[in-house]
């Protein structure tokens, strides 16, 4: 669970808008209508939520996800798009996931 006492999502942003937001380059393939309204830890993850995967010591954790966006570096794209996860690669993922939370 995200603690609200520090950090709050202003949902309903597109995937395109929070990519515009990191700087990062916009997701292709009609993913980035993809419409997130709420923050996640990785493994309550599902659609509609964002979250961030930050190594491998969360493999297990992150195979518990059940959809949703993921904010990854680019190496583990792979990983994240296996476990039923939209991908999106950036070098910070937990900077990044911070970010959109503030």
Same mark, same amino acid.
């Given at each position: 669970m995200i603690d609200t006492r520090f950090y709050h999502f202003h949902g309903g942003l597109l995937l395109s808008d929070i990519a515009r937001l990191l700087n990062l380059d916009a997701p292709t393939d009609g993913i980035d209508?993809? &419409?997130i309204t709420m923050a996640s830890n990785l493994a309550d993850c599902?659609?509609? %939520?964002i979250s961030f995967?930050?190594?491998?010591?969360?493999?297990?954790?992150? &195979?518990?996800?059940?959809?949703g966006v993921v904010l990854c570096r680019p190496d583990? %794209?792979?990983l994240v798009l296996e476990a039923g996860c939209v991908p999106v690669g950036t070098q910070n993922p937990r900077v990044d996931f911070s970010s959109i939370l503030s």
């Open positions: 209508d993809i &419409k599902t659609d509609g %939520a995967y930050n190594g491998k010591k969360y493999l297990d954790t992150l &195979k518990s996800a059940r959809g583990d %794209a792979q």
